[in-house]
């Protein structure tokens, strides 16, 4: 594997052309395929977890499962509603929604306890995922009436309203987070290599390899459903990882440059680098793709869409830094030598970087080299108290009632809501049995809606709502419970539920099966199937990472060590999310509201891409350290000359990270701020704290030992450079 990127660093030089003509076809490819053939979206079936998918695959299987519903709701533009205006709105919206080829039904006119609101609930046809994408024609009519009678308010929510709102505002953000990293990239890229061709190198391969892994991950949706979450994934890790690789390749392309003192043609300098960041990069790759494919043990879709987008990306962003980037350095190189040729410059002294790790680097790392042992214990111990408050962490899974209200269907929900408490949360009780059974269950289930109306918990002024199935096997009871799906009120009617009026009435009916589902219930049920998984996945993402760093450095001192830093940046980065995010005192700095608790799919997808990220500077530090270890030099210089040389590249790539990380902080939803700023804190305090206090420190007092057991190899030979060919005036 070595050797790899040698050879493909080497035909690239020497096709220059047709790697760069190839890749972009490539890439051209990818997207037109991916276009051509769509995205195959996630349905209800994938999403289903625990017993509330149980209950919905039940109700499933007799016709009864959850539709697609809009509520239409009339209300008084000024004083006390017009009774005789709001019922004329109500058949006007009525008559419009009925003549929709979408729409499955429309309820009768619903009059508010207070009678001043009339809510009209239209039912649309097809599974509730697919609600989003035949809304606008409602929404269209919903305008028509308001504009109609202009006395009323007439407005419109439901899920699928709410689903196309949260899309577009998604879409938004996320174009509002291109704006932001993308010139602070490039200035960073500018600082480092002060040239404009340069720095636009890395831009130009990060954003074609997020195309491509865009038209890859639209064709193996069709493998892995897209649970809609891919795309962020690839525009959030694609860029950073991009970016990050070209930089390794070039920043040791220039090093291999000034070595050379300017004699060594093009194609040779990008073998030399390809010898020693080609592979860096290779197994960076390799990490983080090992490392997230870990999430597919979640069985989860959720995850699943994470996985496949982070993975697609990396690999097309591994791809690149080896066979185009070498083709677009020899070019560059080539127009380079020509402008020097053109300006009898050629003899010009190349100017030499700094060797040093700079003033601010060097400050950092001045306490492990003069005391490791008293930096190690200060450095840990910072980390661990960072993360302290992660011992406090709660989960909940983001529900409805936690979207942005800068979402104009949310706003109206919350209208709605006020008006007709009995909406915020519904409890389904689904019950499976022979079809002779029908009479027993449906008296059964009625005993149970008469125990809920008795039940403080519930609404007591809304009737349940009993449904059965043609064929008599599956029945479903409705019960509404006027308090948000997210409060200890609501979870607490689920409690009651399921461990005292479910057992007491359809749980006494022997060969009948019952389940509940319902808004409460998707989210606990998914919660504890995170806490059940998170063991599985975090146990095998630390073996992951052992045997990865063992594979690489041939070290199993070096592996165990590297598993206990990206454990300290993992733990770090949590207690600080929890610290800022599961209380209110930073929802005025961070605009956000908070859940009082983390939405649960964080910490894992936390975990499992902070170790693969986390590789990027383990593999690039640790290797730059091998490389004098195997020429020779002490432990301690080499420790110190690996640390010092890769210090401003590590740098520049955190810098980069943190700014595409941090960008997401300024999204409406709170579960990607908690996401954007986690993974910003931890890349921060993995460049800064681990990468320059915790690691050299470890390895100064580890010595010799890190590199246990000892090999008896000699050095990895280095390509023999060609020098270039002398100009005859």
């Excluded at 939803?669 to 460049?687: H, I, N, Y």
Aim: overall charge positive; aromatic content about 4%; some cysteine.
């Amino acid at each position: 594997m070595s050797q790899l990127p040698v050879r493909m660093a080497r035909w690239s030089a020497r096709h220059a052309r047709t790697a760069i003509a190839g890749w972009f076809a490539f890439v051209l490819l990818c997207l037109g395929a991916g276009v051509a053939v769509g995205t195959n979206e996630a349905t209800t079936e994938d999403f289903r977890v625990g017993e509330a998918g149980r209950a919905e695959a039940m109700a499933a299987e007799g016709g009864l499962e959850r539709r697609p519903v809009e509520h239409v709701l009339i209300r008084s533009a000024s004083g006390r509603l017009d009774a005789t205006a709001a019922a004329a709105a109500a058949r006007d919206i009525t008559e419009r929604m009925r003549a929709l080829p979408g729409v499955a039904e429309v309820a009768a006119p619903v009059r508010s306890h207070d009678g001043e609101a009339v809510r009209v609930s239209v039912v649309l046809k097809g599974p509730e995922l697919e609600g989003r994408r035949n809304v606008v024609p409602l929404l269209e009519q919903t305008a028509e009436v308001r504009a109609a009678h202009p006395g009323l308010v007439v407005e419109e929510t439901g899920s699928p309203s709410i689903s196309k709102g949260v899309n577009e505002q998604r879409g938004a953000d996320l174009a509002l987070s291109e704006r932001i990293t993308l010139p602070v990239t490039l200035v960073t890229l500018l600082l480092v290599f002060g040239s404009v061709v340069m720095a636009c190198v890395p831009l130009l391969l990060a954003l074609s390899s997020i195309a491509a892994a865009l038209g890859l991950s639209m064709l193996v949706s069709h493998l892995v459903p897209d649970a809609g979450v891919g795309t962020n994934m690839i525009l959030l890790i694609g860029l950073a990882v991009g970016v990050d690789y070209t930089l390794f390749h070039l920043e040791r392309e220039r090093e291999e440059r000034v070595r050379g003192g300017g004699r060594l043609a093009p194609e040779a300098l990008v073998e030399l680098a390809a010898a020693t960041a080609g592979r860096a990069v290779v197994v960076s790759g390799l990490a983080v793709i090992v490392s997230t494919a870990t999430l597919y043990m979640a069985s989860d879709v959720i995850f699943s869409s994470l996985a496949t987008g982070t993975i697609l990306v990396v690999a097309v962003a591994v791809a690149s830094s080896l066979t185009v980037l070498p083709a677009l350095l020899v070019t560059i190189g080539r127009r380079a030598e020509r402008r020097a040729e053109r300006k009898a410059s050629q003899r010009r002294s190349v100017r030499r970087p700094a060797d040093g790790p700079g003033r601010l680097v060097g400050a950092l790392l001045r306490p492990a080299q003069r005391r490791p042992a008293l930096t190690l214990c200060l450095s840990v111990l910072l980390m661990l108290g960072l993360a302290a408050p992660a011992l406090g962490l709660k989960l909940v899974d983001p529900g409805k009632d936690t979207f942005s209200r800068d979402i104009p269907a949310m706003q109206v929900h919350d209208r709605l809501t006020h008006a007709f408490p009995e909406l915020l949360t519904r409890h389904e009780v689904v019950t499976r049995a022979a079809p002779d059974q029908a009479a027993q269950v449906s008296r059964a289930l009625d005993d149970l809606g008469r125990r809920a109306q008795a039940d403080p918990l519930f609404a007591a002024g809304s009737e349940p709502v009993l449904r059965g199935s043609a064929d008599g096997r599956v029945t479903v009871l409705e019960l509404a419970v006027p308090f948000p799906a997210s409060s200890a009120e609501a979870i607490a009617s689920l409690d009651h539920l399921r461990r005292v009026h479910v057992p007491a009435t359809v749980g006494m009916l022997a060969g009948a099966e019952s389940a509940v589902s319902g808004d409460v219930a998707r989210g606990r049920d998914y919660v504890a199937h995170e806490r059940a998984t998170l063991p599985l996945v975090i146990g095998l993402l630390l073996l992951a990472t052992f045997l990865m760093t063992l594979w690489a450095f041939r070290s199993p001192v070096l592996g165990l060590l590297g598993v206990v830093l990206n454990l300290l940046s993992a733990g770090a980065s949590l207690g600080l999310l929890v610290a800022v995010f599961q209380g209110t005192w930073a929802e005025g700095l961070l605009a956000f509201d908070s859940l009082g608790a983390i939405a649960s799919r964080v910490p894992l997808f936390l975990f499992v891409i902070l170790f693969g990220l986390s590789m990027d500077y383990q593999v690039f530090v640790v290797s730059r350290i091998q490389e004098a270890v195997r020429a020779g030099t002490p432990a301690r210089e080499a420790v110190l000359e690996g640390i010092g040389r890769s210090a401003k590249v590590v740098t520049s790539a955190a810098v980069v990270m943190v700014t595409v990380f941090g960008a997401f902080v300024a999204l409406h939803l709170t579960e990607m701020k908690q996401m954007g700023f986690c993974l910003a804190v931890a890349v921060l305090l993995d460049a800064v704290v681990v990468r320059l206090m915790v690691l050299p420190s470890a390895l100064l007092l580890l010595r010799d030992t890190a590199w246990w057991p000892p090999r008896r190899s000699r050095p990895r030979p280095r390509p023999r450079p060609r020098a270039r060919q002398a100009t005859v005036g």
